[in-house]
């Protein structure tokens, strides 16, 4: 579904752009349709950046991007228009990707009129994706501040779900919420992928709940992948020192999540 050779996004900074960041420095990785590869590593290393070029949001500065056999890396603006719904991403914190004067209702109509559906098809839709994100009836009137964290992260997956898409990027979708929501949120996720058959990036500084939901492991460091596998191949014999430390944190510390996977 995803194939991305030699990838390279760099950013020009500081005082007449001399200072150049190589966010992302040359990464291939593919991933197979209908299936999650966790992509973890520490702050700043490029995964959003990362993220962000997978769908052209940010622009590569060399490399290829294949998307379902298609090279989409130099589609012009107009053409990627007719892709995005096809790819979509969830940012970590649910409050910046909400219209705060938006009720939910609104929140989830926006996308689908967007798309062109049918006026009078529209209500009945809304009402389908809000049980599909686990929401009910007496939450569409609501705004962004009348709802819990969790539920506005419900609501940004039900706007994502709408354009029915093929490929999501799930960046952090968790990491701005309470712990025990977070468990909510990741079993919800999952169980839509599998549900819609949907193929996913899914990117976390936290190795046990990207464990919890990849079917193979990509660790990032400096702009690098430095090492790929399935699960049990990165926690039962990490080769790399970086891939070492963060399994050797990620056992020892005690996280709920850790224990509802029993
Ligand atoms: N628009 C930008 N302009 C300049 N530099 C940027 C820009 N976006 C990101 N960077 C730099 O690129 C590098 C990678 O950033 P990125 O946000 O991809 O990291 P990350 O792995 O997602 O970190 P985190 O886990 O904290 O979200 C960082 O050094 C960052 O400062
Ligand atoms: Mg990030």
């Given at each position: ?102 009720t939910v209702a ?31 009836l007496e939450h569409l009137d609501r705004h962004?501040?009348e ?116």
């Open positions: 579904m995803i194939e991305i050779t030699d990838l390279k996004t760099t950013f020009s900074t500081g005082l007449f752009k001399k200072h150049t960041i190589n966010a992302v420095d040359v990464v291939s990785l593919h991933i197979k349709k209908g299936e999650t590869l966790g992509l973890v590593g520490e702050s700043g290393c490029g995964k959003t950046t990362l993220g962000k070029t997978i769908l052209r949001l940010v622009e590569p500065s060399a490399g290829t991007i294949c998307f379902d056999n298609q090279d989409i890396t130099r589609l012009s603006m107009r053409e990627m228009r007719k892709i995005r719904p096809r790819m979509q991403m969830i940012f970590q914190d649910p409050d910046s990707s909400l219209n705060p004067r938006m609104e929140s989830i109509a926006e996308p689908l009129r967007q798309a062109g559906t049918k006026k009078q098809e529209i209500p009945k839709r809304v009402e389908e994706l809000l049980t599909l994100v686990g929401l009910s962004p501040y709802l819990s964290g969790g539920q506005n992260q419900r609501v940004v997956l039900a706007r994502v779900l709408a354009l029915e898409p093929d490929f999501i990027i799930a960046d952090e979708p968790t990491s701005a919420l309470d712990v025990s929501v977070q468990a909510q949120i990741l079993k919800l996720i999952r169980d839509l992928k599998d549900e819609l058959g949907l193929t996913c990036l899914f990117i976390s500084h936290d190795l046990m709940v990207v464990r919890h939901m990849s079917d193979s492991i990509a660790v990032m460091g400096q702009g690098k992948i430095v090492e790929i596998g399935t699960p049990d191949e990165i926690f039962e014999s990490p080769s790399h020192p970086y891939t070492k430390d963060l399994v050797s944190f990620a056992k020892n510390a005690v996280l709920p999540y850790k224990k509802e996977s029993k």
